[in-house]
């Protein structure tokens, strides 16, 4: 195994809640709006230090996307998602986009946040389509 080269960012700072490897700014969230199976969940422009999973077919709430799951370079932990394609013409603006489920991840302020009971079992997606 070779040595683990990681991004330092600065700023407001999400990152992850079990390493605390820095994810994402505060300033690269596009949306707070969107919701996953552990409960709220942020659009990012651009996320670092993770690394994805295999393409597969997910049917969400605004319809079927392509996505890859996003792994914590640090720990392995899933973290997220990347869309990488998106079917329905309103929903193109999430290709090449990033979720990070709030559940898995440390906000700015270093707060965690907790699985709501009403979180879904289904699905994943913005709750505003």
């Known amino acids: 195994m ?3 080269f990681l991004i330092t960012l600065e700023g407001n700072i999400y990152s992850c809640k079990h390493c605390q490897t820095h994810f994402a700014l505060a300033e690269d969230i596009l949306s707070k ?3 996953s199976r552990h409960g709220k969940a942020y659009l990012f422009k651009k996320v670092v230090n ?3 999973g295999e393409k597969e077919e997910r049917m969400m709430m605004t319809g079927m996307h392509t996505v890859v799951d996003i792994f914590c370079v640090g720990c392995g932990s899933i973290v997220g998602w990347k869309y ?5 013409k309103s929903q193109k603006y999430k290709e090449g986009k990033f979720i990070l489920e709030r559940f898995k991840v440390s906000g700015p302020d270093g707060s965690n946040y907790m699985v709501s009971p009403e979180a879904q079992v289904g699905g994943s997606d913005v709750d505003d389509a």
């Open 2 to 4: 070779g040595r683990l």
């Open 33 to 35: 709006s969107f919701h």
């Open 84 to 88: 990488e394609a998106a079917y329905e």
């Open 50 to 52: 993770v690394t994805v």
